[in-house]
């Protein structure tokens, strides 16, 4: 990662978010409306959780057919998927609730789900968040050597073919957290001397990642093998398969929001500075998906209405879809982009376009 600095203009010619700040701030102020979680979020946690947890509680307790078991691992995988967008994610953000100590508890959720909340803090909120789609800054866009996610990626033969590749590979998202991950990413954001807040204490957060890893190894994998009358190896399917599951939906909702055509991957100037404000830099790189489409609403948390998370990161993603022609609408109103496709299906294509594209050999001039 690229470590120069990087600067947003600071002179907002559209007067664009000022404007937009207005039309939000009214909303809430004048329904007399939290900008935190709501009772449909709480009912939405007891939900998902259940998703996640009942289907592991029933593989623990009852004599269940291999194939039921592989089907109540997929459940938990998408349940777990589900608990990290709507639950971890809002917590961490502080938008679950107005009580600091509740957005504490349901961000800790990440440790059962295999992350560490100092590195997710670090790589969403600051690196993610605030340098969204720049090329070296960036993580989320960046997956190494075996997918080209940008043009200003080097490109290898092996990327003529993940156009085919790349989707099965999404899959070992999480699992990579569990394993090998987290401790990459604590060596070098302790070593930069990165955080969100407070400089972290080294010695606090190795002692709570490695107890954490423990614990969830001993949830995950050794209670199963205590307690269930099966070989060693399909325990470990069970467990693979549920972070694939759960990779697999995390890792393409992503891509649909950043890793599409109509999304921009600015490079910034020698000096490191960038054309846009922060906020408008936010339009240019983020795009939403199936918009309309209320289970997926639902169910990702929101975050298929990337472009109103991104501008309102303090915002729970329970309101995207009221504030949503707020932005749309101010957008228009300064000739600034506002991009979306109409349904999912369209933005897994066009994904795969990009993924096709950005495959080939490039031409240098």
């Known amino acids: 990662m690229i470590q120069n600095a990087i600067a947003f203009s600071k002179t907002d010619k559209t007067n664009f978010i000022k404007t937009l700040n207005k039309k939000v701030n009214s909303y809430f102020k004048d329904n007399h409306i939290k900008r935190t979680g709501n009772r449909k979020l709480y009912l939405k946690t007891v939900i998902i959780f259940s998703v996640f947890l009942v289907p592991f509680t029933l593989i623990l307790t009852l004599n269940l057919p291999q194939w039921v078991l592989l089907l109540m691992s997929i459940l938990v995988g998408i349940g777990m998927a589900g608990v990290g967008m709507n639950v971890m994610h809002d917590g961490n953000h502080g938008t679950f609730s107005s009580k600091k100590w509740v957005n504490k508890l349901m961000g800790s959720s990440i440790y059962i789900l295999a992350g560490n909340v100092y590195n997710w803090k670090v790589q969403h909120n600051v690196l993610h968040h605030t340098y969204t789609n720049i090329p070296g800054y960036d993580e989320d866009i960046d997956a190494g050597r075996i997918i080209r996610f940008s043009s200003q990626s080097k490109w290898f033969k092996i990327h003529k073919f993940q156009k085919y590749y790349s989707f099965f590979l999404y899959g070992l998202l999480t699992i990579n957290w569990a394993i090998t991950t987290d401790f990459i990413q604590m060596h070098t954001y302790l070593k930069r001397k990165l955080s969100c807040g407070t400089i972290p204490n080294p010695v606090k957060e190795w002692t709570l990642l490695i107890t954490t890893k ?10 199963p ?20 599951t759960a990779g697999i939906i995390l890792s393409i909702i992503f891509q649909l929001a950043h890793v599409v055509p109509k999304t921009e991957m600015p490079i910034p100037d020698k000096a490191g500075n960038l054309d846009h404000t922060w906020a408008v830099h936010q339009l240019y790189t983020t ?11 639902w169910y990702a948390g929101g975050l298929n ?32 982009p506002y991009n979306e496709y109409q349904t999912m299906r369209s933005a897994v294509i066009e994904h795969y376009k990009l993924l096709k594209s950005l495959g080939k050999k490039p031409s240098y001039a």
């Open 214 to 223: 423990i614990a969830y190894y001993l949830l995950w994998i050794v209670l």
């Open 225 to 244: 093998l205590v307690v269930l009358d099966l070989a060693w190896w399909k325990v470990l399917i069970g467990f693979f398969v549920m972070h694939y």
């Open 287 to 297: 795009a939403n998906f199936a918009p309309n489409n209320k289970f997926i609403s």
């Open 305 to 336: 209405h990337q472009v109103e998370h991104h501008i309102f990161p303090n915002i729970s993603h329970i309101h995207y879809q009221k504030i949503a022609s707020f932005v749309k609408e101010t957008a228009s109103e300064f000739n600034l």
